[in-house]
Each structure stands twice: as structure tokens, then as C-alpha cells.
Nanobody, 123 residues
Framework: QVQLVESGGGLVQVGDSLRLSCAASGLPFNSYAMGWFRQAPGKEREYVAGISWSGSTTYYLDSVKGRFTISRDNAKKTVYLQMNSLKPEDTAVYYC????????????????WGKGTLVTVSS
């Protein structure tokens, strides 16, 4: 059974940092591209960041470029999202997803999804 479990969310102030983690089990982690998505109340889900299976290729939503960094540790089967200089508009539930190709993540067609972790940025 595949599981993706996110952690690290919480309530922070504007300008603070958080690191989200997504621990995977039940799948050949180093064969999957991994991504972070988010959904704010009343808004559609958006693709925030992605990383290829090898870690050599990354993607970032324009609004988070220079502030967020995605990384992965294939030995630990974990993907991370380091979020710096957080803004109120970053408030959302953040979801981790795994896909057999980066293209599927681009199309928001993850093969597996976590249940999400809430990030709230207070001004």
C-alpha cells in the first residue's frame, strides 16, 4: 500500500520559514518524480514545485521562485519543501504527490497523493 505522509505545516508569521517533509512508503521512490501542490480556501489546487526522480530537474511556480526549494533524499524516501520569506498568500493546504513522470506532475496527474498539511501565514 502506497502512502505519502506530509508533515511540517503550522502557523507562522510573515517572513518566517518552514520546511515541509513528505515521507513515502510502498513505492519505488527513486523511480518517481515528486511534487508539492497547494490549495487555498476557495481556490483551485496549484502546482508549487516538482523534482525529477534523480533530483536533477526542478520546477517552481513563479510566485515561489527564489523563496521555496524542493529537494529529495532517495535513501530516506522523503521529499522536502523549504519555504522561506513566507507571505500570507502562501497560506494553503500543501499536498505531496508522486508520479511516474515529471510531465504527469506538470499536468497535475499525480499517481499518488498525500492527505496534506496546513500552512498558515499570519500577518
Amino acid at each position: 500500500q502506497v502512502q505519502l505522509v506530509e508533515s511540517g505545516g503550522g502557523l507562522v508569521q510573515v517572513g518566517d520559514s518552514l520546511r515541509l517533509s513528505c515521507a513515502a512508503s510502498g513505492l519505488p521512490f527513486n523511480s518517481y518524480a515528486m511534487g508539492w501542490f497547494r490549495q487555498a480556501p476557495g481556490k483551485e489546487r496549484e502546482y508549487v514545485a516538482g523534482i525529477s526522480w534523480s533530483g536533477s530537474t526542478t520546477y517552481y511556480l513563479d510566485s515561489v521562485k527564489g523563496r521555496f526549494t524542493i529537494s529529495r533524499d532517495n535513501a530516506k524516501k522523503t521529499v522536502y519543501l523549504q519555504m522561506n520569506s513566507l507571505k500570507p498568500e502562501d497560506t494553503a493546504v500543501y499536498y505531496c504527490a508522486a508520479a511516474q513522470s515529471s510531465r504527469k506532475l506538470d499536468q497535475m496527474r499525480g499517481d499518488y497523493w498525500g492527505k496534506g498539511t496546513l500552512v498558515t501565514v499570519s500577518s
